[in-house]
């Protein structure tokens, strides 16, 4: 089998994707919420910096779907492989292969012990958005506006999912 060949969705093969940042293999689904979001999002770029796919230097390493930073420039220069800088909000798509639970525990246990404020858990199976801080509150949203309470944002979660059937 050639290295890069796509494996099977068999439970018991973890790919390198896998492997690497720690989380289940995502699909379109999961790719086109996440685009979705970083669109909606883009109205606070004036605020928060919004990145996706960052690996944060937490143990064990972690790498969300989205992250909210403070607003500031980059220098290509002094940007690590594993950013020690935790961001102010993390959001995890559910992929295929993942459990609600998975996403909780990572906020609980990695994510707010290093210092993150608020995570969002996006479940497009039931088109909601549940929004977790270190201080055990959940909200939970499946129409209207999504409001953090961290960070004020606020999302039609219509438009989060306006791709799905």
């Known amino acids: ?20 940042r720690n989380k289940p293999m995502p699909n379109r689904i999961h790719g086109t919420i996440q685009t979705r979001l970083v669109v909606l999002l883009d109205q606070y770029s004036d605020r928060y910096q919004f990145s996706s796919e960052v690996t944060l230097d937490t143990t064990p390493p972690s790498t969300p779907d989205i992250l909210f ?4 420039q980059l220098n290509w220069k002094t940007v690590e492989a594993k950013e020690k800088e935790m961001p ?3 959001i995890g798509i559910l992929s295929p292969r ?3 639970e998975d996403l909780a525990e ?3 246990n990695t994510y707010f012990p290093a210092g993150v404020q608020s995570a969002w858990i996006v ?7 549940s929004i977790l801080t270190p201080d055990d509150k959940q909200l939970v949203f499946s129409q209207g506006t999504l409001t953090d309470p961290v960070t004020g944002i606020q999302l039609s979660v219509e438009k989060i999912f306006d791709c799905l059937a």
């Open 69 to 72: 930073f403070h607003k500031k």
């Open 88 to 90: 102010i909000t993390t």
């Open 1 to 20: 089998m050639v290295k890069d060949e796509v494996l099977s969705d068999s439970p018991a093969i973890e790919s390198d994707y896998e492997t690497e």
């Open 98 to 100: 993942q459990t609600i």
């Open 106 to 108: 990572k906020a609980w």
């Open 123 to 129: 479940v497009p199976p039931l088109k909601t958005v």
